[in-house]
């Protein structure tokens, strides 16, 4: 039933908001050389891959092979900052969501090659459909400035993945829709604090 409504709300939300998106979508188009989107596969429900979207903040090509971001990342365009400050380069996940791959409060979708590292244990959390928000992204809100050191994979593999999956297990072994929307208003809080 959960999934019922979100697709329906996701659906909905995407109508509204397609003047939205198509201005975002034509901005990120004309502001640097590539796409509008930034398509990448991420692990979803029951360890099935899935093609996350968001709108590109990146520039095409850019050098460095590091799958995380640190505050003050070159390959981050003007734009891409702005979108991504105010998490507007998430919007296109509505999409997901309508599709039934993603919910509004979920475990963050992670990318294949760290979920390749969890332990046995952290493997639980792919028994939840990843979302937008969870207690771990308010909690990492501004992760990019959490990153450190000479190596900010290897920091965010050791330290700040680990943190996460055991924050996001927790919440979610006993999880409510009234807990859920008390995520999705301190998420909006912390975007708009």
């Known amino acids: 039933m959960r999934v019922v409504i979100e697709r329906v709300v996701a659906t909905t939300a995407l109508v509204f908001l397609s003047p939205v998106l198509v201005t975002i979508a034509a901005a990120v188009s004309f502001s640097s050389r590539g796409g509008a989107f930034y398509v990448a596969e991420r692990v979803g ?46 919007l296109p996940q509505l999409v997901n969501i309508a599709k039934g791959e993603m919910s509004f409060v979920g475990p963050r979708p992670e990318d294949p090659k760290y979920v ?14 990843p979302g937008l928000t969870s207690p771990a992204t308010i909690l990492y809100r501004n992760e990019q400035s959490q990153l450190r050191g000479s190596d900010p994979e290897t920091h965010y593999i050791r330290e700040i993945l680990p943190e996460k999956l055991q924050t ?26």
């Open 45 to 90: 429900k029951d360890g099935r891959n899935f093609k996350l979207i968001k709108f590109r903040t990146m520039v095409t090509g850019g050098t460095g092979s590091s799958r995380v971001t640190v505050a003050g990342d070159s390959r981050i365009t003007r734009l891409g900052g702005f979108l991504r400050r105010w998490k507007l380069d998430e």
């Open 116 to 129: 390749a590292m969890y332990t046995a244990e952290q493997r639980r959390i792919l028994k939840f459909q």
């Open 168 to 193: 996001d297990l927790a919440y979610f072994s006993d999880r409510n829709w009234l807990s859920d929307l008390g995520i999705i208003m301190r998420t909006m809080g912390a975007i708009f604090r």
